[in-house]
Every structure is written in structure tokens, then in C-alpha cells.
């Protein structure tokens, strides 16, 4: 299991989506996660955070799952090593604080399925 983690963005953050996704959130994600921040907050506004049945995914060059504090992105993986929340897990926790996402009535796991087969088609 991973760290229980009741608070994986800092109070700032969370103060300052109760004013919306404007500029004073950007601000406070650029100011606490830098780059990652930044992105997090883009992904956000272009509502590119959506909840599947089973997981919620983030579309960005590809399509990272996230779950609680986990990704499958390799920037959480490798260069964050797991030990500090990457740009999707972010935008993940922001989304829900502000029930900023888009529904999906389908589970990821079929996606991943179809995807995985048309891959093996191609090669
Ligand atoms: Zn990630």
C-alpha cells in the first residue's frame, strides 16, 4: 500500500481553489511545484482530467492513470521516485476538490484493452 496521504497538496493550493481556477490558484501551483505545478494547472482548466468508473486518467501527451498518490507516468516513477506528487496527481486532486472533470460512463481497463490490441496489429 502507498503512505496515507490526507494532505497531498499544500494548504495554499487548497485555499486558493475556493476562489476558482484563476490566477491566484495558478500563482500558488507555480509557487509550490514549479513546473509541475504549472502543468497541473493547464491540464485542470482544459479539463483534461477525467474519472472512468475505475480510474481517473489525464490526457496529456499520453494518457497517465492516477490513483490516490500514484502514476503511471514516468516522471513520478523515475524522477520523482515516487516520493512527491508529479503534474497528474495534481491536477487529479485539484479536479476533485473542485469537481472539475469530465465523467466517464465506461471503465479505463477496456480502453487499455482495445489499445493494447491495436498496438499488436501494428507491429
Ligand atoms: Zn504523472
Excluded: S, W
Excluded at 489525464?58 to 516522471?75: H, P, S, W
Excluded at 516520493?83 to 481497463?109: G, M, S
Aim: proline content about 3%; aromatic content about 18%.
Amino acid at each position: 500500500m502507498y503512505p496515507p496521504m490526507p494532505q497531498i497538496l499544500k494548504t495554499e493550493v487548497v485555499d486558493a481553489i475556493k476562489k476558482g481556477v484563476g490566477y491566484e490558484l495558478y500563482k500558488q501551483l507555480l509557487l509550490n511545484y514549479g513546473k509541475r505545478g504549472e502543468k497541473a494547472f493547464f491540464y485542470l482548466r482544459d479539463r483534461r482530467v477525467k474519472k472512468y468508473k475505475d480510474f481517473f486518467v489525464v490526457v496529456g501527451r499520453e494518457e497517465y492513470i492516477v490513483e490516490e498518490f500514484f502514476c503511471t507516468c514516468l516522471d513520478f516513477q523515475v524522477r520523482l521516485k515516487g516520493k512527491r506528487p508529479c503534474a497528474h496527481i495534481i491536477a487529479v486532486e485539484l479536479a476533485k476538490l473542485c469537481d472539475f472533470y469530465d465523467k466517464i460512463d465506461a471503465y479505463y481497463v477496456d480502453f487499455m484493452k482495445r489499445y493494447t490490441y491495436k498496438r499488436r496489429q501494428v507491429f
